[in-house]
Nanobody, 123 residues
Framework: QVQLVESGGGAVQAGDSLRLSCAASGRSISNYNMAWFRQAPGKEREFVAAASRDTAITEYTDSVKGRFTISRDNAKNTVYLQMNSLKPEDTAVYYC????????????????WGQGTQVTVSS
């Protein structure tokens, strides 16, 4: 199975950028669909972005389209989330997830999770 470790979170101002990284170990991410989810205080964990294992599909939740970009470097066994033009409503714990099942964006289909990294955006 694959182990996932996120990094790159922090506290920034509105309009700033951050790049989150998700380093995988144990198995190659080329075997998995990869995604980012986030969870704000008092809210359910929600889908942010996903990239299929064959890289044919990338998908984003509407609120981040045009601002966030998911990418995967199979050689480095790492997935990234580039976040630009950050807004206070992007404040959340961001989780990396891997899916060994057919591609999807429901969190229930993702069977491997990292521990999360906090992103705080102030106005």
């Amino acid at each position: 199975q694959v182990q996932l470790v996120e990094s790159g979170g922090g506290a920034v101002q509105a309009g700033d950028s951050l790049r989150l990284s998700c380093a995988a170990s144990g198995r190659s991410i080329s075997n998995y669909n990869m995604a980012w989810f986030r969870q704000a205080p008092g809210k359910e964990r929600e889908f942010v972005a996903a990239a299929s294992r064959d890289t044919a599909i990338t998908e984003y939740t509407d609120s981040v389209k045009g601002r966030f970009t998911i990418s995967r470097d199979n050689a480095k066994n790492t997935v990234y989330l580039q976040m630009n033009s950050l807004k206070p409503e992007d404040t959340a714990v961001y989780y990396c997830a891997a899916n060994s099942l057919p591609y999807g964006i429901s969190r229930r289909t993702y069977n491997y999770w990292g521990q999360g990294t906090q992103v705080t955006v102030s106005s």
